[in-house]
Nanobody, 121 residues
Framework: QVQLVESGGGSVQAGGSLRLSCAASGFTYSTYCMLWFRQAPGKEREGVAN???????RYVDSVKGRFTISRDNAKNTLYLQMNSLKPEDTAMYYC???????????????WGQGTQVTVSS
């Protein structure tokens, strides 16, 4: 059974940092594209960052230079290092996985349960 379990969320002041983790199991992690999404109340879910099997990364413009996505295939774990956090980063953050096609298109994705990030001003 495919499982994606996020952790590392919390409350932080603007300018602070958090590192989110996503522990994967039930599939061949190293062969999947991995992604981070986020969703704030009243807003659509948006893609934040993704990383290919080969390690190529992509970011939404609003987080470029502040967030870093990485993967540890030996530990079946995905990370999102979040620096210089802003109140507008407040959202539920979700990890996701797809076997082919590393983009933010919402199809053929496995999803985690989410972890809350709250940034105060």
């Amino acid at each position: 059974q495919v499982q994606l379990v996020e952790s590392g969320g919390g409350s932080v002041q603007a300018g602070g940092s958090l590192r989110l983790s996503c522990a994967a199991s039930g599939f061949t992690y190293s062969t999947y594209c991995m992604l981070w999404f986020r969703q704030a109340p009243g807003k659509e879910r948006e893609g934040v960052a993704n990383i290919t099997i080969g390690g190529t990364t992509r970011y939404v413009d609003s987080v470029k230079g502040r967030f870093t996505i990485s993967r540890d295939n030996a530990k079946n774990t995905l990370y999102l290092q979040m620096n210089s956090l802003k109140p507008e980063d407040t959202a539920m953050y979700y990890c996701a996985a797809r076997l082919t096609g590393c983009s933010f298109i919402n199809n053929r994705l496995y999803w985690g349960q989410g972890t809350q990030v709250t940034v105060s001003s």
